[in-house]
């Protein structure tokens, strides 16, 4: 190991905060020497209750993250909050809003809180995100909540894998509903109708509790989906979500289901590191080896379709590879 390694390794097992910022910024700057700390950590890690939170923009998802977070911390449990935005880059101004909103809590030891874009980092952000997760568990948080603006692709996926996912929606007509129905219905655990200060939200909770119980299966599966009406700006409702998401930790345990997310969180990690690697691998190929570049040029010409190239090209990889 190098100096550097060593270092913010030993730092980060020995509750170094400035150990832990520092790798992660490495993590997110795509520095290859992140990757060696990485590894030396994973073995330190695997204790931490991870909590996705996705959800409309806009919905109070960090406003929940950080309510959340100081109740954990009443009940002296430390909190790592990852806020990712794929939007904004990682320098700088990403999510000044959730900065300063979670200034409150930055004094705190027993919480860290960190914004992630998706500039630089390696094999991508959810890659990134998932080493960060690794880190901040390996640095002893009990619980880790990842919040991600679940519009996209990535970010579901970013969160699916949690061993807990809350979905956030708001009051306001059905459209809301009609947009987390599209993708996120299927990965919430717990759903939070959030701002219930505002007009329409028993019925939006009427919505969703209907939606749940049409859903194929209802009656028989062994976790009943909460919804919990949460006014974020004045933590009403916050211990209900609290007392939910123990509850939800506490089911995984009991049902061995724990062990069943947990190879399921590895298994998706590995995919996501895999493709990032057999990615970066097969444009090294079609550029530099010369047998992968006569496999592209045929395909230009059109001798070979695009499938039967993958397979050759697939094929030499793992020759390669097994060099
Ligand atoms: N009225 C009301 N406003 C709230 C509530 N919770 C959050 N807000 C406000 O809603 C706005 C958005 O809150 P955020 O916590 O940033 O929401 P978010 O889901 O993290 O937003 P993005 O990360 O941008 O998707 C802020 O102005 C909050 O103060 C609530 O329960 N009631
Ligand atoms: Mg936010």
Redo the contacts with the bound molecule.
């Keep these: 190991m190098s100096d550097l390694i060593d270092s913010l390794y030993r730092g980060l097992l020995q509750g170094d905060r400035r150990s832990a910022a520092r790798l992660i910024t490495m993590i997110e700057n795509g520095d290859p020497l992140s990757i060696g700390v990485v590894k030396e950590l994973h073995r330190h890690s695997g204790k931490a209750q991870i909590v996705g939170l996705t959800?409309?923009?806009?919905?109070?998802?960090?406003?929940?993250a950080c309510g959340l977070a100081k109740k954990y911390r009443e009940y002296g449990k430390t909190v790592g909050i990852i806020?990712v935005?794929p939007t904004s880059p990682f320098t700088g101004g990403a999510?000044l809003?959730?900065r300063i909103?979670m200034q409150e809590l930055a004094g705190d030891p027993g919480v860290f809180i960190r914004s992630m874009g998706s500039r630089g980092a390696l094999g991508g952000l959810a890659t990134a995100t998932n080493d960060v997760i690794n880190i901040l568990d390996a640095f002893g948080m009990d619980v880790i909540i990842v919040?991600t603006?679940g519009a996209g692709q990535v970010e579901v996926e970013i969160v699916k894998y949690a061993h807990t996912c809350v979905v956030?929606t708001m009051p306001g007509g059905g459209d809301e509903i009609q947009a987390i129905k599209a993708g996120i219905l299927e990965i919430g655990d717990i759903f939070v109708v959030?701002?219930?200060?505002?007009e329409g939200s028993s019925r939006t909770v009427a919505d969703l509790e209907m939606m749940l119980e049409m859903k194929p299966g209802f009656d028989e599966a062994p976790w009943k989906q909460p919804v919990i009406q949460?006014?974020?700006?004045n933590s009403q409702g916050i211990d209900e979500l609290h007392e939910a998401l123990d509850n939800h930790w506490r089911f995984l345990n009991e049902t061995g289901k724990l062990e069943e997310k947990t190879s399921e969180r590895m298994k998706a990690e590995l995919i996501e590191v895999l493709n990032s690697k057999v990615s970066i691998a097969a444009s090294k190929a079609l550029s530099e080896d010369p047998k992968c570049r006569e496999v592209l040029t045929r395909l230009i010409k059109r001798e070979i379709d695009p499938h039967s190239a993958a397979d050759q090209v697939a094929k030499y990889l793992i020759k390669g590879a097994s060099q």
């Design positions: 959800g409309l923009p806009g919905s109070g998802k960090s406003t929940l806020a935005d999510l809003g959730d909103r919040e603006v956030v959030n701002k219930a200060d505002k949460t006014v974020a700006t």
